[in-house]
């Protein structure tokens, strides 16, 4: 797996939505160097909401630029490095081949997958296509959330050290919210281990 850009940003103004003003840091941008990654997060970046974003089980987003093909040839949208508002933009990976719990050495730091991306309207608003959301939705191009195990200075390589034999990604994402999924396979992603407790506290409401 490559990684082709590690991106960051601060909170800015993106909007303003019945006199309300929306507050993101989703426009990232690339950064050279080593940089410390902690417990919360890439030094330099910072999230708009912490309510909603942000935290342990958030602290590194990840989108794998294989992914781009696609959302160019099928819905016509442009990808670079940061079109997704991630920290890491990667090759040679995707949904269905990283999984919950699967670790990743990065300079010195260790990242643990814990939960995928659930998008919200500012990605949207980000991309200018207010359909973004649904499409990411729908289709389960989803990106994944790391949290940091170990802190440290990042590094130019980042390598898989350790493979899960839990669900994928893209099993977690719709999970949540395919209608299609098994209880069995519902069941055997909110168990997982490594799962971060907000996705599963919203994959045991499929259940309940």
């Not at 991106?7 to 989703?26: D, F, H, L, Q, W």
């Not at 919360?40 to 089980?57: A, F, K, L, Q």
């Not at 939960?115 to 989803?142: E, N, V, Y």
Request: net charge neutral; proline share 7%; charged share 20%.
């Amino acid at each position: 797996m490559q990684l082709l850009s590690v991106n960051v940003a601060r909170p800015k103004r993106i909007a303003t939505i019945n006199g309300e003003e929306i507050y993101s840091a989703i426009g990232k941008k690339p950064v050279t160097g080593r940089v410390f990654v902690g417990v919360n997060g890439i030094e330099g970046d910072e999230v708009g909401d912490p309510s909603v974003h942000g935290g342990p089980d958030k602290a590194v987003y990840a989108y794998p630029a294989d992914n781009w093909p696609w959302w160019e040839r099928e819905h016509n949208l442009p990808c670079a490095p940061a079109t997704f508002g991630e920290n890491l933009t990667l090759e040679g990976a995707d949904e269905n081949t990283i999984r919950i719990g699967d670790r990743f050495q990065w300079g010195d730091c260790v990242l643990e997958v814990a939960q995928p991306r659930w998008p919200c309207f500012k990605l949207g608003i980000h991309t200018g296509r207010p359909d973004a959301p649904q499409i990411m939705t729908l289709s389960g191009l989803c990106g994944w959330y790391l949290r940091v195990l170990q802190e440290g200075l990042s590094g130019t390589t980042i390598t898989r050290i350790f493979t899960s034999d839990a669900p994928s990604v893209r099993e977690a994402f719709f999970a949540r919210h395919n209608p299609h999924f098994s209880k069995d396979a519902v069941a055997r992603v909110h168990d997982t281990p490594a799962l971060a407790e907000n996705w599963r506290q919203a994959v045991a409401r499929r259940l309940a």
